[in-house]
């Protein structure tokens, strides 16, 4: 097996040949972006990534041009027996066999996964051909996935420390969560809009939030009469996302430069998935949260308590928001610079400012411990 050598011009620990390495994340921005900034990481050091995936993803779109994209057909798992269980573990059944012989004829040194339903694949695969598989849980409930099969990996890094009371502690490292690298630095705004204007941000999370839309735009006059500019990415799913117009609101379905957008927004409206906190708070954006409802468990609601208790966001059920509460809970925050300031504080502390070199190198000490052996 090949192993790790120093690059004596930057410092790091480098493969001396390319180790392979399968990367399964799948489905929403909270999965991949993690495991894109990861896999950016470890392949500027010389590792050879390719990616585990599932037909009609958001990674069919997105990786592409980046990585080799296997697909497998694996689905969600119910959480009770019904007509569909048997399908289910049918299309676990062949996702295993194909990754498992994935692994074997392209010589993979180890697996990475950020969770969901292609994590177990990954993982039982990987465990049956005796190699090392790192987890990655972003949310602080953990999936259903990350806690049956926690278990059988190497290690588990975890996004968040609270999460270690739901899982075995003698292999669970917190080490954040990973985020791209223009994140990291001042990143220019996209937009046209004037530096002395507050900025206001409506995001629903890489599938946008219907609910979240609709509510915003029956409140965004009062807010834009107040000087207020929003900036609002309905996602791909709204039919009504371009009903509402104003020279200062911008309706898009995605952002390509969050960092950038993050960066310059005064307050955050957005859903409490795991991915979208992290980029929250390594912009120390404060926030107004909703989390989605329907949330596997209502794990978007956990997330957010922890920004609440920490005093870097608000909460609210979608259920109990009214027009009235939320056009006055934004202006009022939006009114109150000191409070906006302490808000923002308190999100940078709930930043780990080198969360994706603290994983890579984690994932780089796993494999360098497995080779060895």
């Not at 177990?120 to 099969?149: C, D, M, Y």
């Not at 308590?305 to 870097?312: L, Q, S, T």
């Amino acid at each position: 097996m090949p192993t790790d050598a120093p690059d004596l011009n930057s410092g790091q620990t480098v493969p001396a040949s390319p180790i392979k390495l399968l990367v399964a994340a799948s489905g929403t921005g909270g999965h991949l972006y993690p495991a894109l900034a990861a896999a950016e990481a470890l392949e500027a050091q010389g590792y050879d990534i390719t990616w585990l995936g599932v037909n009609n993803r958001l990674e069919t779109s997105l990786l592409p041009s980046k990585y080799p994209l296997v697909q497998v057909p694996m689905e969600g798992f119910q959480t009770r027996l019904g007509p569909k269980t048997g399908i289910v573990l049918s299309k676990l059944v062949r996702s295993i066999r194909q990754t498992r012989r994935l692994l074997q004829q392209g010589q993979f040194q180890g697996v990475i996964t950020t969770g969901g339903y292609i994590a177990a694949p990954a993982i039982i695969a990987a465990r049956s051909l005796g190699l090392p598989s790192i987890l990655h849980e972003s949310n602080v409930l953990p999936g259903k996935v990350t806690r049956w099969f926690s278990r059988w990996c190497s290690v588990v890094a975890l996004g968040f420390e609270a999460t270690t009371q739901y899982l075995p502690k003698a292999n669970a490292v917190t080490v954040g969560t990973p985020v791209r690298a223009n994140f990291m630095s001042p990143t220019p705004l996209d937009f046209d809009i004037p530096d002395d204007v507050l900025l206001m941000t409506v995001a629903g999370g890489s599938q946008g939030a219907v609910a979240v839309n609709r509510l915003a735009r029956k409140c965004a006059p009062a807010w834009l009469e107040a000087g207020v500019w929003i900036v609002h990415l309905t996602g791909e799913r709204d039919d009504q996302a371009d009903s509402f117009t104003h020279p200062h609101y911008r309706a898009i379905p995605f952002c390509d430069n969050m960092a950038g957008l993050l960066q310059r927004t005064n307050l955050a409206i957005s859903r409490a998935g795991a991915g979208t906190l992290t980029e929250l708070a390594t912009t120390h954006t404060p926030s107004i949260l909703i989390p989605y409802p329907y949330a596997a468990e209502d794990h978007q609601a956990y997330n957010a308590e922890i920004f609440v208790k920490a005093g870097a966001a608000r909460m609210f059920r979608e259920a109990e928001l009214t027009d009235e509460l939320f056009t006055k809970t934004v202006l009022d925050l939006l009114r109150s610079q000191p409070q906006l300031k302490e808000m923002a504080a308190q999100s940078q502390q709930l930043s780990t400012a080198d969360s994706t070199e603290k994983f890579a190198q984690l994932i780089r000490e796993v494999i360098q411990s497995a080779n060895l052996r």
